[in-house]
């Protein structure tokens, strides 16, 4: 039966609390008590074992014990008639579900797990990245834009990354050149050794992890807490494909940046000369080389300076005229969802 009584009494007439046994079994056999001795025992007046005495109403009296038994197996039965009700339902609609599977494509099966999934909260994906870590046996090919690498953001995928290295699974891995400032990242590499490679590029895609060339993670949000886990074969080899086209095209990390051959330009500044002569903002400039807004700007007013350029305009006609475009090669990739972020 549903419990009744006060906080301190939190039951119902099947399993009374000992005050309350204690008591009603006094009430039982002495057919009837002061009100007073059943103060302690709120429970009993409330599930109605006591009640008063109509020629005293300083006295209770008891319920007979075969009343009470009664009204138990009544709420019992329609309980349990209740519960028969619901089961029948959920029967009724069930079939009428399954009646409905010829029309849906088949799931994939348990190993597979569903072609694309939903991961909420930085606890599920570690989850679920620490799951495709142990499953992994080949290649893990990774695509971490934002500049710098923190080092606590190295340190948080550590432990997937030396077991990894453990059972001798390959790791690539593509940063922007800021990347290479980073003392981070250049520790990491050297407590890898060879079992991880890096190249950088003047900008890359959103974050991707892909395990083995059958699961990839994406960002699914701006705020780095929902990700997505991909094991649908096509868009595997679509991520894949994306990355080895832009392997071929990064730097090795261990070689140095191609030289502009103009002096007092950077290849940085002709990175951010490429993206002026597109049309894009500083802050769309700055997010996609993984360097501060004041940064970018830095390097734009060196250019102009350089270049003897008083205004954008003119900026744009210097840099056309000083054939900084000339030959300069960046990536023609786009994937969808630039602008998100995620964990590592």
Same mark, same amino acid.
């Given at each position: 039966m549903a419990g009744h009584g006060t906080d301190g009494h939190p039951h119902g007439a099947d399993r009374l609390c000992e005050a309350g046994d204690r008591v009603y079994s006094r009430a039982v056999r002495r057919g009837r008590l002061p009100r007073r001795d059943a103060e302690p025992v709120p429970c009993l007046l409330e599930l109605a074992l006591l009640h008063p005495d109509p020629d005293d109403m300083d006295w209770l009296v008891p319920t007979p014990p075969q009343e009470v038994m009664a009204r138990l197996l009544r709420g019992m039965y329609d309980e349990v008639d209740a519960s028969r009700r619901r089961v029948g339902s959920a029967v009724e609609a069930f079939?009428?579900?399954a009646g409905l599977g010829h029309r849906m494509p088949a799931a994939p099966s348990a190993a597979e797990g569903p072609a694309i999934r939903v991961l909420d909260g930085l606890a599920r994906i570690q989850a679920a990245m620490d799951e495709a870590t142990q499953a992994?046996?080949?290649?893990?090919?990774?695509?971490q834009p934002g500049g710098i690498r923190r080092e606590a953001e190295l340190s948080e995928g550590l432990h997937r990354a030396t077991a990894l290295r453990g059972r001798g699974v390959r790791m690539r891995d593509l940063y922007t050149h800021v990347a290479r400032h980073g003392h981070g990242l250049l520790s990491y590499l050297e407590l890898m050794g060879d079992a991880v490679e890096a190249r950088t590029l003047d900008e890359v895609i959103e974050r991707l992890i892909l395990f083995d060339r059958t699961?990839?993670?994406?960002?699914?949000?701006?705020e780095r807490t929902m990700a997505?886990?991909?094991?649908?074969?096509?868009?595997v080899e679509y991520l894949g494909t994306?990355?080895?086209?832009?392997? +071929?095209? !990064?730097?090795p990390l261990t070689a140095p940046l191609p030289d502009t051959g103009i002096e007092g330009i950077s290849h940085r500044e002709q990175s951010i000369a490429a993206l002026l002569a597109e049309g894009h903002q500083d802050a769309v400039i700055a997010?996609?080389?993984?360097?501060?807004v004041r940064t970018c700007r830095a390097h734009i007013a060196r250019l102009s300076e350089t270049l003897g350029a008083a205004s954008r305009t003119q900026l744009g006609v210097r840099i056309a005229q000083a054939g900084l475009l000339d030959g300069?090669? +960046?990536? !023609?990739?786009?994937?969808p969802g630039r602008g998100s972020r995620t964990a590592r």
């Amino acid at each position: 039966m549903a419990g009744h009584g006060t906080d301190g009494h939190p039951h119902g007439a099947d399993r009374l609390c000992e005050a309350g046994d204690r008591v009603y079994s006094r009430a039982v056999r002495r057919g009837r008590l002061p009100r007073r001795d059943a103060e302690p025992v709120p429970c009993l007046l409330e599930l109605a074992l006591l009640h008063p005495d109509p020629d005293d109403m300083d006295w209770l009296v008891p319920t007979p014990p075969q009343e009470v038994m009664a009204r138990l197996l009544r709420g019992m039965y329609d309980e349990v008639d209740a519960s028969r009700r619901r089961v029948g339902s959920a029967v009724e609609a069930f079939e009428r579900y399954a009646g409905l599977g010829h029309r849906m494509p088949a799931a994939p099966s348990a190993a597979e797990g569903p072609a694309i999934r939903v991961l909420d909260g930085l606890a599920r994906i570690q989850a679920a990245m620490d799951e495709a870590t142990q499953a992994c046996t080949t290649e893990v090919l990774t695509v971490q834009p934002g500049g710098i690498r923190r080092e606590a953001e190295l340190s948080e995928g550590l432990h997937r990354a030396t077991a990894l290295r453990g059972r001798g699974v390959r790791m690539r891995d593509l940063y922007t050149h800021v990347a290479r400032h980073g003392h981070g990242l250049l520790s990491y590499l050297e407590l890898m050794g060879d079992a991880v490679e890096a190249r950088t590029l003047d900008e890359v895609i959103e974050r991707l992890i892909l395990f083995d060339r059958t699961v990839a993670f994406i960002p699914a949000n701006a705020e780095r807490t929902m990700a997505l886990e991909l094991r649908h074969p096509a868009l595997v080899e679509y991520l894949g494909t994306v990355f080895d086209r832009l392997w +071929r095209l !990064a730097i090795p990390l261990t070689a140095p940046l191609p030289d502009t051959g103009i002096e007092g330009i950077s290849h940085r500044e002709q990175s951010i000369a490429a993206l002026l002569a597109e049309g894009h903002q500083d802050a769309v400039i700055a997010e996609r080389l993984g360097i501060s807004v004041r940064t970018c700007r830095a390097h734009i007013a060196r250019l102009s300076e350089t270049l003897g350029a008083a205004s954008r305009t003119q900026l744009g006609v210097r840099i056309a005229q000083a054939g900084l475009l000339d030959g300069f090669r +960046r990536p !023609a990739v786009t994937v969808p969802g630039r602008g998100s972020r995620t964990a590592r």
